[in-house]
């Protein structure tokens, strides 16, 4: 049971909000991380507020043969390094637009994932995520979202134009 001031669970995307996302490509080597300013500040904070830390997110590069599952947790590991090892998981699909698959977001699978490892009430939860297709599936599941743009989102509760203005905000998380 959570503690009153304890909420569920956070959920973020990756490249994008966790790290600086590839114009046109992907993240697919350890020297390619960049993490954005600000995010291991935020992720100490939210460890402290939520009852566990995960990651949702498409990772096609895998589907397309760029890099192998294994080279995905290698880089997923040296992300959890570098932001302080506070995320419990990396949930992924590696599939591609076309194999219509129920995790691939703005589909729910990747939450129903999550809810299956660890015992989350969504109700009590965040999404964090820099694209609607972040947003989407949070909303429909009941989870209050943080939309990292400059665009404006009817599924966006909170909008930060950056992860600076996230860790400054990091109170409407409530």
């Not at 993490?35 to 997110?57: D, H, N, Q, Y």
């Not at 590069?61 to 506070?86: A, H, P, S, Y």
């Not at 009817?154 to 992860?163: L, M, N, P, Y």
């Amino acid at each position: 049971m959570l503690s009153r001031n304890k909420l569920d669970t956070l959920f973020l995307d990756r490249d994008g909000v966790l790290n600086r996302k590839i114009d046109d490509g992907y993240v697919t080597n350890l020297e390619e991380i960049e993490i954005l300013p600000g995010i291991p500040e935020f992720l100490s904070l939210a460890e402290k507020k939520f009852a566990r830390i995960v990651v949702i997110t498409n990772q096609r590069c895998v589907g397309r043969e760029i890099i192998t599952r294994d080279e995905l947790e290698k880089i997923n590991q040296k992300i959890n390094e570098l932001t302080g090892n506070r995320i419990a998981h990396f949930f992924y699909c590696p599939h591609l637009d076309e194999d219509h698959c129920p995790c691939r977001k703005p589909k729910n699978g990747l939450f129903l994932q999550a809810t299956e490892k660890y015992p989350i009430d969504l109700k009590a939860s965040w999404m964090v995520g820099d694209s609607e297709t972040d947003l989407v599936p949070a909303k429909g599941l009941g989870l209050k979202t943080v939309f990292i743009s400059n665009k404006e989102s009817r599924f966006a509760d909170v909008r930060v134009k950056d992860t600076q203005e996230l860790l400054a905000s990091f109170n409407l998380l409530a």
